[in-house]
Nanobody, 120 residues
Framework: QVQLVESGGGLVQAGGSRRLSCIASGSIFSINHMGWHRQAPGKQRELVATISSDGIIYYADFVKGRFTISRDNAKNTVYLQMNSLKPEDTAAYYC??????????????WGQGTQVTVSS
């Protein structure tokens, strides 16, 4: 019904930048929150940043001042601009969205993940 597809991952040197994108498609009536989580090998998935439909933003402390989340509601797309990357930012990054479908059901959807690897 609803698909989230991330892109933009890859290998980057420490101190570098990367921009992730996530496009939602399918039977979408509206999207409330959109956000990014990440999961490093052997660790639990953790919240990175979220943005509501009216632009209220939350950042995890470990990315404040380095990452910027934004969204284009017309394109059902959320972005994560990552600057000053550190090796500890290496993880699979997952897009998440709270979507209300045309059948008026609301569910949380996840993308398949995109790998970001930061080399020292």
């Amino acid at each position: 019904q609803v698909q989230l597809v991330e892109s933009g991952g890859g290998l980057v040197q420490a101190g570098g930048s990367r921009r992730l994108s996530c496009i939602a498609s399918g039977s979408i009536f509206s999207i409330n929150h959109m956000g990014w989580h990440r999961q490093a090998p052997g660790k639990q998935r953790e919240l990175v940043a979220t943005i509501s439909s009216d632009g209220i933003i939350y950042y995890a402390d470990f990315v404040k001042g380095r990452f910027t989340i934004s969204r284009d509601n017309a394109k059902n797309t959320v972005y994560l601009q990552m600057n000053s990357l550190k090796p500890e930012d290496t993880a699979a990054y997952y897009c998440n969205a709270l979507v209300t479908t045309f059948s008026r059901s609301s569910n949380s959807y996840w993308g398949q993940g995109t790998q970001v690897t930061v080399s020292s």
